[in-house]
């Protein structure tokens, strides 16, 4: 691979994390006078719970030296495919869609619910591209993408 094409994917790496982060903030401020007010609803309470239940146990079965916010893998990085993993490819990117439907209800508006969309999106080209790259990364990953769904067990 080109030094200019590593760029470029580096680049667009950069780019999606960014508008990740961007978007949770986002929804972190359309959710903040609810939240302060006091006005959170049990709902809520689960989704936000249910992520970061996801989330720990995902941490347990993918350590942080081998975890990377950037789609690329890490050098040296282990393909992982217990615990969540064994349904899940990307078990992170599941808590984060959870803990944005908690932020985008407790807002309660449809701007928030379209952050929550574009989030989605952003989280489905962020996979693709890592999916792409962790195929070139580990071979063995080709078949587990065949026994394991994106985001969704059973389904998606």
Same mark, same amino acid.
């Given at each position: 691979? &080109? %030094?200019? +094409?590593?760029? !470029? !994917? +580096? *680049? /667009? /790496? &950069? @780019? %999606?994390? @960014? @508008? +990740?982060?961007g978007l949770l903030l986002w929804l972190a401020v359309m959710a903040a006078p609810q939240f302060l007010q006091g006005r959170v609803a049990i709902t809520c309470w689960l989704l936000a719970l249910l992520s970061g239940a996801l989330a720990g146990w995902t941490l347990l079965h993918n350590r942080l030296g081998n975890f990377n916010i950037h789609p690329a893998p890490k050098s040296g990085g282990v393909l992982v495919t217990s615990g969540p993993y064994r349904w899940l490819r990307h078990p992170m990117y599941g808590a984060v869609l959870l803990a944005a439907a908690a932020l985008a209800l407790l807002s309660g508006s449809l701007s928030a619910w379209l952050a929550w969309g574009a989030l989605a999106l952003v989280l489905w080209v962020k996979a693709h591209l890592e999916e792409h790259w962790l195929r070139e990364h580990? =071979?063995?990953?080709?078949?587990?993408?065949?026994?394991?769904? !994106?985001? %969704? =067990?059973? %389904? *998606?």
């Open positions: 691979m &080109s %030094l200019f +094409q590593e760029y !470029r !994917r +580096q *680049l /667009g /790496g &950069s @780019l %999606l994390v @960014l @508008l +990740q982060f580990h =071979p063995a990953y080709a078949d587990y993408c065949k026994k394991s769904k !994106r985001f %969704l =067990p059973w %389904l *998606l």
